[in-house]
Nanobody
Framework: QERLVESGGGLAQAGGSLRLSCATS????????MGWFRRAPGKEREFVAS????????EYTDSVRGRFTISRDDAIATVYLQMNSLQPEDTAVYYC??????????????????WGQGTQVTVSS
């Protein structure tokens, strides 16, 4: 059974950093692109970042580009999201997801097949 378990969320002050991890099992991690999405209170889920199965290609939403970095470690089937210079607008539940695609980093949530349960990130001003 496919499992994606996020961790690393919590409370941070504006300007601070957090590192999210998503440990996966039950599917061939190296065959899948990975993504991070978030849902803020009262808002729809939005794309944050993605990485191709090779790790060569990455994509970011404009609001996090230059502050967040997505990476992957195929040896332990884990994807990360390093979040720096956090802002109150980054407060949300963050979800990781897996997509069976070759070549490019995928932004569209509907293409993702497997999802984690989410981890809360709260940034205070």
């Amino acid at each position: 059974q496919e499992r994606l378990v996020e961790s690393g969320g919590g409370l941070a002050q504006a300007g601070g950093s957090l590192r999210l991890s998503c440990a996966t099992s039950g599917f061939i991690f190296s065959n899948h692109g990975m993504g991070w999405f978030r849902r803020a209170p009262g808002k729809e889920r939005e794309f944050v970042a993605s990485i191709s199965r090779s790790g060569v290609s990455t994509e970011y939403t404009d609001s996090v580009r230059g502050r967040f970095t997505i990476s992957r470690d195929d040896a332990i089937a884990t994807v990360y999201l390093q979040m720096n210079s956090l802002q109150p607008e980054d407060t949300a539940v963050y979800y990781c997801a897996a997509v069976l695609r070759w070549g490019v980093a995928v932004r569209e949530s509907s293409e993702y097949k497997y999802w984690g349960q989410g981890t809360q990130v709260t940034v205070s001003s």
